[in-house]
């Protein structure tokens, strides 16, 4: 039964049956609010425009208008009409009595499975043929399962929609519970419909759930179930709407279920024309611009401020958990320490709420999320809190000052694309396996020096090419991915600019990678030594494949062609060849830029520059066969 909180599996049996009448169905446009609100527009050969509105966590229907959006749509709108802008929406449904509802859209050659969450929180995930996650509305972890981009998207078992009798017998016979409990929570009908399920059964519903007839039950539910999708009829009441009566309720009177849904929820108010918008002026919009802004850095200020306050009130525990997880990096990846944490529900493991590996870091749960550094002391990780306070009183003193200036009428640039933040592996060479683990070599000697004293870690894998002049390369926990790996060591190495075709790669241990040279010998800067088997990788063709991301952050990317160029919108190849790092740098954001349009060439001057891609460019000569 659909009600203000939300609607029941039920609900959507009827919905998702209603809509699938509907198909094909051509994706239009897609919207997004700031309240996640988003409407998919669709085109239908026989009914026009058909908006689809979907609410995380809450409801999924059909809706006669459009609720005002904004202007500039968000990323992730954005996004979304890139993938699936024009896409054949081929069917609708709904994994058995659960929450969740998967949409395949067809669009050329490539089948996207687009998943509603209508539980919890709620969440719209984009995955390909595969379900391999390409990006959701919201990242989120959980103890079984992650809601990442590259992870496999995870159904729950199968419930009493898809079972047979036998297997629902059995189901009965394992639960305590009672059996109208049994039947609205771990079946999914909801208190309503578990009640009419078993009135029309005849069974106590107060009946231990191992003891009834789990026959008349099974059979009861699957009518109630071919109700909802061949003969539905919609009432309303005080309590909500739902799409089969229960008892005795008067009809409705709408043509459809997802009609009754769109009349029960609070109206959506159509999109404003531009001339019906209050007008306001340039002087007073700037104004509650940096009002709100002053705000802003207020509750920043206030929240740093908070957060480093609870590292010392919970001095022991955070002390305790540093030391342990520091510890334990020395010998594990990152992911075995995840997954030995996710096992750990009556522990310390219970406050650690999600983790970092690339940053080598955790969120504790000290009354509210707090982000801890596990390789730094905790008045070194306040002091970061502390510096963000700084930051923030600078600019809030910055914004009051601008407010006491007369506002001058120069034209503000738009901005269409989101610089990315600095992050601390940024100044060596790195890139993402397709599977979302960090790589990171480095540029020289110093930087090579650095990452075996300072980043190499247990868990960890050291690889690098067998050429004198090559990157040291470490992989930041374990990969499928092997290929791209060596593919990257390889091609920042002294092979290339060797003019050579291909090259030799190993890979080893962190504890078989050692500072310290054998008895009369002398390691220079840089140098080390592997001692023990290594994993060999041979004739590993030199590539290097250089793209621009615009998408969800704007910036250079290079490295492996299967890692870089599914995240690119426009990338060029490059091989050994024969122009200086300079000049090929400028020939590839030349063939970049040339493929944009006149507003985007200014746009993302900001990313697509020489120095951004001379960062990607390996030792030595290329060519661009690419482009």
Request: glycine fraction near 8%; include cysteine; charge should be neutral.
């Given at each position: 039964?659909?009600?203000m909180q939300?609607?029941?599996?039920?609900?959507?049996?009827?919905?998702?049956?209603?809509?699938s009448?509907?198909?094909?169905?051509?994706?239009?446009?897609?919207?997004?609010?700031?309240?996640r609100?988003?409407?998919?527009?669709?085109?239908?050969?026989?009914?026009?425009?058909?908006?689809?509105?979907?609410?995380?966590g809450?409801r999924?229907?059909?809706?006669?208008?459009?609720p005002?959006?904004?202007?500039?749509?968000?990323?992730?709108a954005?996004?979304?009409?890139?993938?699936?802008?024009g896409g054949?929406?081929?069917?609708?449904?709904?994994?058995?009595l659960?929450?969740?509802?998967i949409?395949?859209?067809?669009?050329?050659?490539?089948?996207?499975?687009?998943?509603?969450?209508?539980?919890?929180?709620?969440?719209?995930i984009?995955?390909g043929?595969?379900m391999?996650?390409?990006?959701?509305?919201?990242?989120?972890?959980?103890?079984?399962?992650?809601?990442l981009?590259?992870?496999l998207?995870?159904?729950?078992?199968?419930?009493?929609?898809?079972?047979g009798p036998?297997?629902?017998?059995?189901?009965?016979?394992?639960?305590?519970?009672?059996?109208v409990?049994?039947?609205?929570?771990?079946?999914?009908?909801?208190?309503?419909y578990?009640?009419y399920?078993l009135?029309?059964?005849?069974?106590?519903k107060?009946?231990p759930?191992?003891?009834?007839?789990?026959?008349a039950i099974h059979?009861?539910v699957?009518?109630?179930l071919?109700?909802?999708?061949?003969s539905?009829?919609?009432?309303?009441?005080?309590?909500?709407?739902?799409?089969?009566?229960s008892?005795?309720?008067?009809?409705?009177?709408?043509?459809?279920?997802?009609?009754?849904?769109?009349a029960f929820?609070?109206?959506?108010?159509p999109v404003k024309?531009?001339?019906?918008?209050?007008?306001i002026?340039?002087?007073?919009r700037?104004?509650?611009?940096?009002?709100?802004?002053?705000?802003?850095f207020?509750k920043?200020?206030e929240?740093?401020?908070?957060?480093?306050?609870?590292l010392?009130?919970?001095y022991?525990f955070?002390t305790e958990?540093i030391?342990?997880?520091?510890?334990?990096?020395?010998?594990?990846s990152w992911?075995?320490?995840e997954?030995?944490l996710?096992?750990?529900?009556?522990?310390?493991?219970k406050?650690?709420?999600?983790?970092f590996?690339?940053?080598?870091?955790?969120?504790?749960?000290?009354?509210?999320?707090?982000?801890?550094?596990v390789?730094?002391?905790?008045d070194?990780?306040?002091?970061?809190y502390?510096d963000?306070?700084?930051?923030f009183?600078?600019k809030l003193?910055?914004?009051k000052?601008?407010?006491?200036r007369?506002v001058?009428q120069?034209?503000?640039?738009?901005?269409?694309?989101?610089r990315?933040?600095?992050?601390?592996f940024?100044?060596?060479?790195?890139?993402?396996t397709?599977?979302?683990v960090?790589v990171?070599?480095?540029?020289?000697?110093?930087?090579?020096?650095?990452?075996?004293r300072k980043?190499?870690?247990?868990?960890d894998?050291f690889?690098?090419?067998?050429?004198?002049?090559?990157?040291?390369?470490?992989v930041k926990?374990?990969?499928?991915?092997?290929?791209?790996?060596?593919?990257?060591?390889?091609?920042?190495?002294?092979a290339?600019?060797?003019?050579?075709?291909?090259?030799?790669?190993?890979?080893a241990?962190?504890?078989?990678?050692?500072?310290?040279?054998?008895?009369g010998?002398?390691?220079?800067?840089?140098?080390?030594?592997?001692r023990g088997?290594?994993q060999w990788?041979?004739?590993?063709?030199?590539?290097?494949?250089?793209?621009?991301?615009?998408?969800?952050?704007?910036?250079?990317?290079?490295?492996?062609?299967?890692a870089?160029?599914?995240?690119?919108?426009?990338?060029?190849?490059?091989?050994p060849?024969?122009?200086?790092?300079n000049?090929?740098?400028k020939?590839?954001?030349?063939?970049?830029?040339e493929?944009?349009?006149?507003?985007?060439?200014?746009a993302?001057?900001?990313?697509?520059?020489?120095?951004a891609?001379?960062a990607?460019?390996?030792?030595?000569?290329?060519?661009?066969?690419?482009?």
């Open positions: 039964m659909a009600t939300g609607m029941s599996g039920l609900d959507l049996i009827t919905v998702t049956e209603e809509i009448r509907l198909l094909p169905l051509w994706v239009h446009k897609v919207y997004l609010d700031e309240n609100l988003c409407v998919f527009r669709l085109n239908s050969k026989t009914q026009g425009k058909v908006n689809l509105l979907i609410e995380p809450k999924l229907h059909t809706v006669p208008v459009v005002e959006m904004p202007q500039i749509p968000p990323a992730f954005m996004f979304l009409r890139k993938y699936l802008g054949r929406i081929d069917s609708i449904r709904q994994h058995g659960q929450r969740t509802v949409i395949d859209i067809r669009k050329s050659e490539q089948v996207f499975h687009l998943i509603i969450e209508i539980f919890d929180d709620g969440n719209i984009l995955c043929e595969d391999t996650i390409i990006q959701p509305l919201t990242r989120q972890r959980f103890k079984d399962r992650d809601v981009p590259g992870a998207y995870v159904f729950n078992p199968p419930d009493v929609s898809s079972i036998d297997e629902f017998a059995l189901r009965l016979s394992e639960d305590d519970r009672d059996i409990r049994a039947l609205a929570v771990g079946s999914f009908l909801g208190g309503r578990a009640e399920v009135n029309i059964s005849g069974i106590d107060n009946a759930a191992k003891d009834v007839d789990a026959l059979t009861a699957q009518d109630l071919e109700k909802a999708r061949t539905p009829v919609p009432v309303h009441d005080k309590n909500g709407c739902h799409p089969v009566p008892g005795g309720e008067k009809p409705a009177g709408y043509d459809s279920f997802n009609a009754a849904l769109a929820y609070p109206s959506a108010s024309k531009q001339e019906e918008k209050r007008r002026s340039r002087e007073d700037i104004r509650l611009q940096q009002e709100e802004a002053i705000v802003k207020g920043n200020i929240r740093n401020e908070e957060l480093a306050s609870l010392y009130e919970e022991g955070v958990t030391e342990t997880l520091s510890k334990a990096s020395a010998t594990r992911q075995e320490i997954k030995i996710k096992n750990d529900t009556s522990g310390a493991g406050r650690i709420i999600r983790i590996p690339a940053e080598a870091s955790v969120e504790l749960d000290l009354g509210r999320p707090v982000k801890v550094y390789h730094e002391s905790i070194q990780n306040a002091g970061h502390y963000q306070v700084k930051k009183k600078k003193a910055g914004a000052a601008a407010m006491e007369e001058h120069a034209k503000v640039r738009k901005v269409q694309y989101q990315p933040k600095k992050r601390w940024d100044r060596f060479r790195w890139f993402y397709s599977d979302q960090l990171i070599g480095g540029r020289d000697a110093g930087q090579n020096e650095e990452l075996i980043y190499l870690e247990g868990g894998t690889v690098h090419a067998d050429v004198h002049g090559a990157s040291v390369v470490v926990g374990k990969t499928m991915h092997m290929d791209e790996v060596v593919r990257f060591a390889a091609a920042y190495s002294g290339w600019k060797a003019g050579f075709a291909s090259a030799d790669v190993y890979a241990r962190p504890d078989q990678v050692s500072k310290t040279a054998e008895s010998e002398y390691l220079s800067r840089g140098s080390f030594v592997v088997e290594r990788f041979n004739n590993v063709p030199l590539e290097v494949v250089i793209g621009l991301q615009k998408t969800p952050q704007t910036r250079i990317l290079g490295g492996p062609e299967s870089v160029r599914k995240l690119c919108d426009l990338f060029v190849v490059l091989r060849g024969t122009f200086e790092p000049d090929i740098a020939k590839v954001v030349r063939a970049l830029r493929r944009l349009s006149a507003a985007d060439q200014k993302l001057k900001f990313a697509l520059n020489t120095e891609v001379a990607f460019v390996p030792p030595g000569g290329s060519d661009l066969v690419e482009g």
